[in-house]
């Protein structure tokens, strides 16, 4: 079946790291993806890895992939007030690909 | 480079009426897809466009319909809408000519939904 599970809330302090988890069901995941979203606005590409690789690292972001876990996480490096926001997984499945499945996003408080 | 356009941003609804949305890709992205965000449940796959035909449908009711012209523009339009329609309506869009995925796909702002 289709699920993507994430912890709703985390809280850090400005300047550590935030890692925000995730775990999907579906191994014939293709992408899997970690959106971004702020109050009031769409959603912001952050970043995605394709379902062969392990790691893929993006200036403060980095994804890491265990495949066998089915598990997925993002780092951000240095986390500052401005990453406060709604962290979302998702996946894509081959052949369906504008359709993702997403997680119920996970809520990053940063405080200074 | 543009980003996905969607209008209107806002708008209310009355229960019965019906509504479109409407949604402009980024420049040369010919893949379009839908989703609809509430706080229950969640963001949830309505249906994908590509050179015009509907590609991939999620579980909604016959009510919720899109389509897409031959500038990769798409509206969807949701008929007799009841209160459980309100929502955030995203649009977004990718390259992805063949349906296989191509890691980047690009949302709009959203079109919010009140239905009173």
């Known amino acids: 079946g289709e699920d993507v599970e994430q912890s709703l809330f985390l809280s850090v302090r400005e300047g550590d790291s935030s890692v925000i988890n995730c775990t999907y069901t579906d191994s014939s995941s293709t992408y899997l993806y970690w959106y971004k979203q702020e109050p009031g606005a769409g959603l912001q590409l952050l970043t995605y890895i394709f379902s062969n690789m392990d790691m893929k690292q993006d200036q403060r972001l980095t994804v890491l992939l265990n495949k066998k876990d089915k598990h997925l996480s993002l780092r951000i490096a240095d986390t500052q007030t401005g990453d406060s926001a709604i962290y979302f997984c998702a996946e894509s499945k081959y052949n369906q690909g504008g359709k993702l499945i997403f997680g119920q996003g996970t809520e990053l408080s940063v405080k200074p | 480079k543009a980003g996905v356009t969607q209008t209107p941003r806002y708008l209310i609804k009355t229960r019965g009426q019906q509504v479109t949305l409407s949604c402009s890709p980024i420049?040369?992205?010919?893949?379009v897809s839908w989703y609809q965000q509430t706080p229950g449940q969640g963001l949830q796959f309505l249906f994908e466009?590509?050179?015009?035909?509907?590609?991939n449908k999620g579980n909604f009711p016959g009510r919720f319909s899109g389509r897409q012209f031959s500038n990769s523009r798409s509206e969807m339009n949701v008929s007799t809408l009841e209160l459980g329609d309100s929502a955030l309506y995203l649009c977004a869009s990718s390259l992805d000519p063949s349906g296989r995925g191509t890691g980047e796909l690009f949302f709009g702002e959203g079109s919010r939904l009140t239905v009173l």
């Open positions: 420049s040369g992205h010919r893949s």
């Open positions: 466009y590509f050179s015009e035909t509907q590609r």
